[in-house]
């Protein structure tokens, strides 16, 4: 896939091939389809700039917690997206395994993003200043 030469998806890839952290792409229709559906179902405050979830979101320090949250995920797939800005619009990187998140970002230069799963079953934004996530999970393992 072809991304914007500014892409946070660019440095994902770099960061999993030095990691060797496994990766894919799902296709750009797929990817609005996906996005538009958590958009739909969790309603976050903010798409672009500092994202955010909202006040019905549980929160952690993104300070104490970046590069270890995703440990207390399961061993599935995780997706991630970003801003919804033309840079990164409409991009879904698919990590095999979702614990690998924080591995992969804390390898990558400082993006904000946010995570579910194929089913939709929660939804967490990164953001500099706070972890928020909403749904079937709990980040404090």
């Known amino acids: 896939m072809n991304f914007?030469?500014?892409?946070?998806?660019?440095?994902?890839?770099?960061?999993?091939s030095e990691?060797?952290?496994?990766?894919?792409?799902?296709?750009?229709?797929d990817a609005c389809n996906y996005i538009d559906q958590v958009l739909k179902k969790y309603?976050?405050?903010?798409?672009?700039?500092?994202?955010?979830i909202g006040d019905n979101a549980k929160r952690?320090?993104?300070?104490?917690y970046e590069f270890k949250f995703s440990l207390c995920l399961d061993n599935k797939p995780g997706y991630i997206f970003f801003e919804q800005n033309t840079i990164n619009k409409d991009v879904v990187v698919i990590i095999e395994d979702a614990r690998n998140i924080s591995k992969l970002m804390e390898n990558s230069s400082g993006m904000e993003y946010f995570i579910s799963d194929k089913d939709i079953s929660y939804l967490i934004s990164v953001n500099w200043y706070s972890i928020e996530y909403v749904g079937n999970i709990e980040l404090i393992c």
């Open 4 to 16: 914007h030469k500014f892409s946070y998806a660019n440095a994902l890839i770099e960061s999993a």
């Open 19 to 29: 990691l060797d952290i496994k990766l894919n792409f799902i296709t750009h229709m």
């Open 43 to 52: 309603m976050p405050w903010r798409i672009e700039g500092h994202l955010a």
């Open 60 to 64: 952690l320090s993104t300070d104490d």
